[in-house]
């Protein structure tokens, strides 16, 4: 454990005081993201899942991070905090016992080939065509901001705190509540008929800031009109291209995963897609709380790579790091 965590020494010392006083999990594999995202943080989790499986004697299985979006879609269920008898396992300095999540019940939804996933987060936009289980085609993303990203720049523009997408589907939501429409705002749809699949997301934030530096009071009014154009601007985008992408590659499955689809108005929008242009295809989509990023979704993308015959490693075998470009294939 020391030579794989030299590096994080405070992760070290944190590993060396409390895994010890944990009693080995009954699980056959441990399950990590290696990419795509910020390298410094991705070697920490790599490393610290070498660390344990060396520790436990359990083999390992990297996923890429945006697998692990498309499959959590799949998931449906609920789940039940429960607080477990845990004397015998308390964590050293810890005065009481640590509270595991467990679920209720999962159970995995229906896939129809191919499928068409949508992935919006703050870090990626892309349109990735699975023509079948573990097998991945980009067709389109984002040369520049990701459609995360431009909400927490548009919301810290209009002074809203962050996370930014929260605040701006807020405000949008009162702006429809109040009927209002940015009747003196207009914002462009960046790339809508680029005649290809990839976004562009930070001309929109540059729109933004344009727009507010003309406006000599900045109301509460104002940021929700222009908390709605801006919802509006990047739905439309997302709505338009995947709807192309479904009728070119006929589309049997729709999977629209990632933070961003927490997003209510996104969620209709797409429903509302379904029902009017393809009723016949099944539209996915993950529970609110698996939108984010979460254990459980890593843990079922290793699961279902396991079942369609992928690799374990030993820690000392295992040659994967972390990639921060890493790409879906």
Same mark, same amino acid.
């Given at each position: 454990?020391?030579?794989?965590?030299?590096?994080?020494?405070?992760?070290?010392?944190?590993?060396?005081?409390? /895994?010890?006083?944990?009693?080995?999990?009954?699980?056959?594999?441990?399950?990590?993201?290696?990419?795509? *995202?910020? =390298?410094?943080?991705?070697?920490?989790?790599?490393?610290?899942?070498?660390?344990?499986?060396?520790?436990?004697?359990?083999?390992?299985?990297?996923?890429?991070?945006?697998? *692990?979006?498309?499959?959590?879609?799949?998931?449906?269920?609920?789940?039940?905090?429960?607080?477990?008898?845990?004397?015998?396992?308390?964590?050293?300095?810890?005065?009481?016992?640590?509270?595991?999540?467990?679920?209720?019940?999962?159970?995995?939804?229906? /896939?129809?080939?191919?499928?068409?996933?949508?992935?919006?987060?703050?870090?990626?936009?892309?349109?990735?065509?699975?023509?079948?289980?573990?097998?991945?085609?980009?067709?389109?993303?984002?040369?520049?901001?990701?459609?995360?990203?431009?909400?927490?720049?548009?919301?810290?523009?209009?002074?809203?705190?962050?996370?930014?997408?929260?605040?701006?589907?807020?405000?949008? *939501?009162?702006?429809?509540?109040?009927?209002?429409?940015?009747?003196?705002?207009?914002?462009?749809?960046?790339?809508?008929?680029? *005649?290809?699949?990839?976004?562009?997301?930070?001309?929109?934030?540059?729109?933004?800031?344009?727009?507010?530096?003309?406006?000599?009071?900045?109301?509460?009014?104002?940021?929700?009109?222009?908390?709605? =154009?801006?919802?509006?601007? /990047?739905?439309?985008?997302?709505?338009?291209?995947?709807?192309?992408?479904?009728?070119?590659?006929?589309?049997?499955?729709?999977?629209?995963?990632?933070? /961003?689809?927490?997003?209510?108005?996104?969620?209709?929008?797409?429903?509302?897609?379904?029902?009017?242009?393809?009723?016949?295809?099944?539209?996915?989509?993950?529970?609110?709380?698996?939108?984010?990023?979460?254990?459980?979704?890593?843990?079922?993308?290793?699961?279902?790579?396991?079942?369609?015959?992928? =690799?374990?490693?030993?820690?000392?075998?295992?040659?994967?790091?972390?990639?921060?470009?890493?790409?879906?294939?």
């Amino acid at each position: 454990m020391r030579m794989i965590l030299e590096r994080e020494s405070d992760l070290l010392a944190g590993f060396l005081e409390f /895994v010890p006083a944990v009693e080995k999990p009954p699980v056959d594999v441990i399950a990590f993201t290696f990419g795509p *995202g910020l =390298e410094p943080a991705l070697w920490v989790g790599v490393n610290f899942a070498k660390a344990l499986s060396s520790f436990w004697k359990i083999p390992l299985v990297p996923v890429n991070h945006m697998e *692990g979006h498309i499959v959590s879609a799949l998931l449906s269920g609920e789940e039940n905090l429960k607080l477990q008898n845990m004397n015998s396992r308390r964590i050293p300095n810890h005065k009481s016992p640590i509270p595991n999540r467990f679920p209720a019940s999962y159970r995995l939804k229906t /896939v129809s080939y191919p499928t068409l996933a949508l992935l919006v987060s703050g870090g990626h936009t892309e349109l990735v065509l699975v023509k079948k289980p573990g097998k991945y085609q980009v067709v389109g993303e984002t040369l520049d901001d990701a459609a995360g990203e431009a909400f927490d720049k548009t919301a810290r523009i209009l002074g809203l705190p962050y996370p930014g997408g929260p605040e701006i589907t807020r405000l949008a *939501g009162q702006a429809r509540n109040r009927k209002l429409k940015a009747k003196n705002f207009s914002l462009p749809r960046p790339m809508l008929h680029s *005649g290809n699949y990839n976004f562009s997301f930070s001309g929109l934030k540059t729109a933004i800031l344009s727009t507010v530096k003309t406006i000599p009071k900045l109301t509460s009014a104002i940021r929700q009109e222009l908390a709605r =154009e801006f919802e509006d601007a /990047v739905t439309e985008v997302l709505i338009s291209k995947t709807a192309k992408a479904i009728r070119e590659f006929e589309a049997e499955t729709l999977i629209i995963a990632g933070g /961003v689809i927490a997003n209510q108005r996104i969620r209709a929008a797409f429903e509302e897609l379904r029902q009017s242009a393809f009723p016949n295809v099944k539209l996915l989509v993950p529970e609110v709380s698996h939108s984010t990023d979460n254990a459980l979704m890593i843990a079922l993308a290793a699961y279902l790579n396991l079942q369609g015959g992928g =690799e374990i490693f030993a820690a000392d075998k295992m040659k994967t790091g972390a990639e921060g470009r890493a790409r879906l294939a």
